[in-house]
């Protein structure tokens, strides 16, 4: 069964940083792109970034851009979200995403992202 | 970047009924278009991909159409577990982009 678990989530203040991991199981995690989703509570879904199964390929949202970083170590299984310079519209529950060439196929559970003094 | 439309905003229909959603795109898109249903307190589930094809487990009710910047998303006899919250996506270009919604609601 795939598996995506995400963590690393909690209250951080404005300025701050945080980590999120993402660790994939039930398949070959090195064979497959990667992304960040994110969705703030009752609102729509936004792409954070993502990363190619090499990654050779990253990309980020306008809205991260210069203040998030995404890296994966296919040897563990992992993918990561590194956060910079939080603000309070960074708030949200990410989500990793499996992705098939064709859509994203899996999804975890999310992470809640919660920046605030 | 390119924007995706979803319309309507909130779609009420009976159960027993088709319902139709629509999305836009504000370019072509080819045919690199999904559809994800999301229910209240779960992440998005893939249904569509490739415009046209029904991912693993879904069921034949559920059909889309189009591409290029035109798609639709076709559910011909809605049953209780259908009614979500409905997302497209664009996966064509990178920044990767989705729409803001449908609720399909009961009515």
């Known amino acids: 069964e795939v598996q995506l678990v995400e963590s690393g989530g909690g209250l951080v203040q404005p300025g701050r940083s945080l980590r999120l991991s993402c660790a994939g199981s039930?398949?070959?995690?090195?064979?497959?792109?990667v992304h960040w989703v994110r969705q703030t509570p009752g609102k729509g879904l936004e792409w954070v970034g993502g990363?190619?199964?090499?990654?050779?390929?990253?990309g980020y949202a306008d809205s991260v851009k210069g203040r998030f970083s995404i890296s994966r170590d296919n040897a563990k299984n992992s993918l990561y979200l590194q956060m910079n310079s939080l603000r309070a519209e960074d708030s949200a529950l990410y989500y990793c995403?499996?992705?098939?060439?064709?859509?994203?196929?899996?999804w975890g559970q999310g992470t809640l992202v919660t920046v605030s003094s | 970047e390119i924007v995706m439309t979803q319309f309507p905003a909130t779609l009420s229909v009976s159960p027993g009924e088709r319902a139709t959603l629509s999305c836009r795109a504000s370019?072509?898109?080819?045919?690199?278009l999904a559809w994800y249903q999301q229910k209240r307190g779960q992440a998005p589930r893939l249904v569509i991909y490739?415009?046209?094809s029904r991912a693993t487990g879904v069921p034949a009710r559920f059909s889309g159409r189009g591409s290029g910047t035109e798609f639709t998303l076709t559910i011909s006899s809605l049953q209780s577990e259908d009614f979500a919250v409905y997302y497209c996506?664009?996966?064509?270009?990178?920044?990767?982009?989705f729409g803001q919604g449908t609720r399909l609601e009961i009515k």
């Open positions: 990363i190619s199964w090499n990654s050779v390929s990253i």
């Open positions: 996506q664009q996966y064509n270009y990178w920044p990767i982009t």
């Open positions: 370019q072509s898109v080819s045919s690199n």
């Open positions: 995403a499996k992705d098939i060439y064709n859509g994203f196929e899996s």
């Open positions: 039930g398949f070959t995690f090195a064979d497959y792109a």
């Open positions: 490739g415009a046209s």
